[in-house]
């Protein structure tokens, strides 16, 4: 006896779902691929743009060829698609990652490979869900209807869940097991119903596919994390002993035994080594404490490692201290990590207001309230120590300053990573310069982080040309910092506040640091404000801006040569 035919409207919705959740997945997919290939490469833009643009044609191609397959066996060939597509989008991140750590001279052969068979399967598939549901559409218009618009909406569906779930709580090689086993699911409840029906001819052949894909996502879901950990391994020299996917950037901590050295990364690129991190922060704090008339109030921007705040609690003489870093995983690390602490000498024990909440955190930055956060308590409460306001924000840097245009800060110390994509371009731009400009108070003095004068010269250049352009006078200095090489930074001011002779004045006649270093002294500052001959200013001044990001493009050029 025959079976029942399908509830045609049941049949059309089971493919439109499959459809909606391959939409999804694949676009979701290329986007895994293209934040995989960001972390690794960096430039954003280029990864994204060139995945998604090969992802498109892939999947044009894909809807080309798929006219030369017959109409005999159309649920099994679309068993056998959903099969290579789950799989694909499951282990792409992996192998990937593996290839970046084994292969590196023809990583990007791997990773294009995985981008241009996503996208062609992909368009593959959509034609064949169009041919498989003709049968259960009454018009053409109609089956068009459905496979298109759940295509659509299944990509944005995915790219919402992708940005607001996924991104922030999961890594990335998970987030692509999950992604193929849902979109895999979806498809294999669709066979089921098509097979009760008796429409699939090759069953044995189609449940062996189905049952070797879920046993491969499945292992690959349950070693996925064991995989990463041990192909991470392999792109650091050190043991790894921390590793974490925030909702903005990887962190990876690294220890090396024989020296006791730990190491910071983010997104692959080194912030700091416990043996000379020291160098760096008193260089980028102490000289301009010492030059500042006030310290009144003072605003840190990025620091959220707490090294340059250990540094400023050496002070007595500050009113309070605002850290604005937009990574609250990043802080908690430095806050709860024993490594951090012992470097930051528990700076973040004095956070005494820290803000889950932006616009609470706006509403008191600066009065005396005792917020508590977590496990944050009053410490004066404890120790009997005089409490220092110590506000920590979890906002964006650019749109802090938006936000705030009523206060002012005596001294700013932006201590941001380089501007190696898009995002951090705009913390170093003309016009978040000139939002700085109005938060400084009268007689403010800043200091900017500000790349590497030797092998990143043109950017060096170019942040100072931009603070000009923004109505900064400039002092730039220099440092030879053992595990990042040459580094440069630059002190800054309103020029209608101090003449340049003024501060140089005040620089010269600096006799001692009032407060313990282990390294910078004025003499070695003041050598530090030295540039050898061979480093030549550009001419004509080269602005960076928001609608012109020519600081991300040097950058990312020179940065380039000496890899």
């Given amino acids: 006896m025959s079976a029942k035919a399908p509830n045609a409207k049941l049949a059309t919705l089971l493919l439109g779902l ?12 290329e986007y895994i691929l293209s934040t995989l290939s960001s972390y690794l490469l960096g430039n954003s833009i280029e990864q994204f743009s060139i995945t998604i643009a090969l992802m498109l044609g892939m999947m044009g191609i894909g809807g080309w060829v798929q006219k030369y397959i017959d109409d005999s066996h159309l649920l099994e060939k679309f068993i056998l698609i959903e099969m290579l597509l789950a799989l694909l989008v499951g282990f792409a991140p992996l192998a990937i990652y593996a290839a970046f750590g084994f292969m590196e001279t023809h990583f990007l052969l791997i990773q294009y490979a995985f981008v241009l068979s996503i996208g062609f ?36 569906a995915g790219a919402l869940v992708w940005v607001y779930w996924m991104l922030p709580n999961f890594s990335i090689v998970i987030n692509g097991f999950l992604l193929a086993s849902l979109n895999f699911l979806i498809a294999t409840v669709t066979v089921l119903y098509f097979n009760y029906h008796r429409l699939i001819e090759k069953r044995a052949t189609s449940f062996v ?38 909702r903005y950037q990887h962190l990876v901590v690294t220890h090396n035994g024989k020296r006791d050295e730990y190491r910071f990364y983010i997104n692959g690129n ?40 250990r540094e400023l609690l ?25 490594v951090f602490k012992k470097l930051n000498h528990n700076a973040f024990d004095s956070a005494r207001i820290c803000f889950p909440d932006i616009n609470n955190a706006l509403s008191v930055i600066g009065k005396r309230e005792w917020i508590p956060y977590g496990d944050d308590i009053n410490r004066s409460e404890k120790t009997g120590m005089k409490p220092m306001m110590f506000d920590v924000v979890h906002i964006d840097a650019d749109k802090f300053l938006d936000r705030i245009a009523n206060r002012n800060y005596d001294v700013v110390i932006i201590d941001l990573p380089d501007p190696t994509s898009i995002d951090l371009n705009k913390l170093y731009s003309s016009e978040f310069y000139m939002k700085l400009k109005r ?18 010269q043109k950017a060096f250049l170019c942040i100072g040309d931009t603070l000009h352009s923004a109505g900064f006078q400039t002092i730039p200095y220099h440092d030879n910092i053992p595990t990042f090489g040459e580094w440069g930074w630059y002190i800054a001011w309103k020029e209608e506040s101090f003449s340049k002779e003024t501060i140089l004045k005040q620089m010269q006649q600096i006799a001692s640091f009032t407060i313990p270093t282990r390294y910078i002294t004025p003499q070695y500052f003041l050598s530090s404000t030295v540039f050898p001959k061979d480093f030549q200013n550009h001419t004509p001044p080269i602005v960076n801006t928001l609608m012109d990001p020519k600081l991300f493009l040097l950058y990312n050029q020179e940065a380039a040569y000496y890899e």
Avoid: C
Wanted: charged share 15%; proline share 2%.
């Fill in 209 to 246: 596919l189905i049952g070797i894909t879920v046993l491969a996502l499945a292992g690959g879901s349950l070693s996925a994390n064991r995989w990463h950990l041990e192909l991470q391994q392999h792109l650091y020299n050190d043991k790894i002993v921390f590793s974490k996917t925030t």
């Fill in 121 to 156: 399967l992909i368009g593959f598939e959509i034609p064949f869900i169009i041919r498989i549901n003709q049968a259960y559409s009454s018009t053409l218009k109609a089956n068009l209807s459905t496979v298109i618009s759940a295509d659509y909406f299944g990509s944005l």
């Fill in 18 to 29: 499959s459809i909606f959740f391959t939409g999804a997945s694949g676009l979701v997919g």
């Fill in 439 to 456: 938060t400084l108070s009268k007689r403010g003095i800043i200091v900017i982080q500000s790349t590497s004068p030797f092998q990143t």
């Fill in 270 to 309: 080194l912030q700091f080594s416990s043996l000379d991190e020291y160098r760096y922060h008193e260089q980028l704090v102490h000289p301009l404490m010492h030059i500042a008339p006030s310290h009144k109030n003072i605003l840190v921007l990025g620091g959220g490692d707490g090294m340059a705040v």
């Fill in 314 to 338: 050496k002070y007595s003489d500050i009113s309070s201290i605002t850290l604005v870093d937009l990574d609250a995983e990043l802080v908690r690390l430095a806050k709860n990590s024993e």
